[in-house]
Each structure stands twice: as structure tokens, then as C-alpha cells.
């Protein structure tokens, strides 16, 4: 019987688990900080974050974006950080189990970061507007790529990748 990835590779469990606080951490200032700061005409100026443009869809009860950007930017990262959380930290061969679902998630990872590239680019092509990238935008993507890297660091560690 194999035994938990924690007990297999107390050193690496070690500095997973506080790289995973630090993802979860980047995520949540990616959330809430600016991500963009748009300028219209020189006067009137808007900073955005992940958290406002989805309240401003369920305000605008733009339901099907609304749905679409929480699940992809903000649900599927939170629970690929909790899987992976799950895999480093769950005794015995229970990992095999969240490492299941990670994979089968792991095909969307990229999505996130593409719905803020398309709202970025959206903005963008109106014409009216110039964008200033915020640090809520650095935080997002420096969370995702993290994710990703330990993601696959742990799936290493599982024999999951060959």
C-alpha cells in the first residue's frame, strides 16, 4: 500500500503547501484588486477588477457572462487550489481521488486567463478607451501560472505524469 504524497515527500509537502496559500492569496488580491484602469475622453476614468465587472453583470442581470467569468475565473481556480490542496495533505492513497478530478478540470486552466484577455481586448477595440493593466492583473495571472506549475509538481510526485 502506498502511502500519502505527505509521507512520500515530506519535503516537498512542505513547500507545497505554502506555495498553495500563497496561489490562494495572489487569487484573491486578483480578484478584488484593479485589473485595469480604463480611460475614456482624458476626464473620466473606471478601475476595474475581477470582482466589480461581476457585480456590474448581476446588476446588469447579464446572467449566461455572469455565470461564464465566475465559473472560469474565480470557481475552477478556487477548487483546482483546494484539490490540490487535498492530494498534498489526505492520508494514505486518498489523493488518487482528488487527482482525478484535478485532471479532469486541468483541461480548463487556461480559460480563466483567456476571459480576462477577451475583456481586456474587448475593451480595447472600442476605441474610446485606453487601458492601464493594474497589479490585480499580475496577481491573477501569477496565481493561475502557480496553480498550474504545482499542479503538475504534485501529478510528478503522484507518478500521475510520465
Not at 498534498?88 to 486541468?106: C, Q, S, T
Not at 483541461?107 to 481586456?120: G, R, T, Y
Request: aromatic share 12%; net charge positive; proline share 4%.
Amino acid at each position: 500500500m502506498r502511502s500519502s504524497l505527505r509521507r512520500r515527500f515530506p519535503l516537498q509537502a512542505r513547500v507545497l503547501n505554502p506555495l498553495l496559500l500563497a496561489a490562494g492569496g495572489l487569487l484573491a488580491v486578483g480578484v478584488f484588486a484593479p485589473l485595469m484602469t480604463l480611460e475614456k475622453f482624458l476626464i473620466f476614468t473606471n478601475e476595474v477588477s475581477l470582482y466589480s465587472g461581476l457585480r456590474d453583470l448581476w446588476v446588469d442581470r447579464e446572467w449566461f457572462l455572469f455565470i461564464l467569468i465566475g465559473l472560469f475565473s474565480i470557481l475552477f481556480p478556487l477548487l483546482k487550489l483546494l484539490l490540490l490542496a487535498a492530494a498534498v495533505n489526505l492520508p494514505g492513497d486518498r489523493h488518487h481521488g482528488p487527482l482525478h478530478w484535478l485532471e479532469a478540470i486541468g483541461k480548463w486552466s487556461m480559460l480563466d486567463v483567456f476571459v480576462v484577455a477577451l475583456l481586456v481586448v474587448s475593451v480595447k477595440l472600442r476605441g474610446m478607451a485606453s487601458v492601464q493593466v493594474q497589479y490585480g492583473s499580475y496577481a491573477f495571472a501569477v496565481a493561475v501560472l502557480l496553480t498550474m506549475l504545482l499542479s503538475r509538481w504534485v501529478q510528478l510526485l503522484a507518478g500521475r505524469v510520465r
